[in-house]
């Protein structure tokens, strides 16, 4: 899959989301990037000389926000390679652009890892 077409599939799974959620995404600017930086799989904990990230969530949740005025808009990063290499046909690469976009988008709205995991995220 290029990354012409992974763009557009990132684009379906936002504009799939309930119009509850996606009015509050206008906060959130989602950008698609080849690999996550050394940096950014450092943030998470990860070792960047074995570990690699499908996505990033960086900012403050909504839930923290308080009187957000003035903020930089979050920013929720999906990174083409990592999820690329690690499926074996497009349906796969599909399925797992939509569990990677909608997990960064769940730490946008304050739901954190655990929770996620319970429920297949
Ligand atoms: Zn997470």
């Known amino acids: 899959m290029d990354r012409k077409e992974f763009t557009r599939v990132v684009r379906e799974v936002l504009q ?13 600017e989602v950008v698609i990037d080849d690999d996550p930086s050394a940096e950014q799989i450092r943030s998470v ?8 990230l499908f996505g990033l969530y ?16 979050d920013k929720i ?4 390679r990592p999820i690329v290499d690690a499926c074996a046909s497009p349906a796969e ?24 995991d319970d429920w297949g995220y």
């Open 16 to 28: 799939s989301l309930p119009e509850e959620f996606a009015a509050h995404m206008a906060h959130a």
């Open 45 to 52: 904990g990860l070792d960047p000389g074995r570990d690699t």
């Open 58 to 73: 960086e900012g403050v949740p909504l839930p923290e926000r308080g009187d957000a005025a003035g903020t930089l808009p």
């Open 77 to 80: 990063s999906i990174f083409y």
């Open 93 to 116: 690469i599909r399925e797992e652009i939509r569990i990677t976009v909608l997990h960064e988008i769940a730490h946008f709205f304050g739901i954190d890892d655990g929770d996620l």
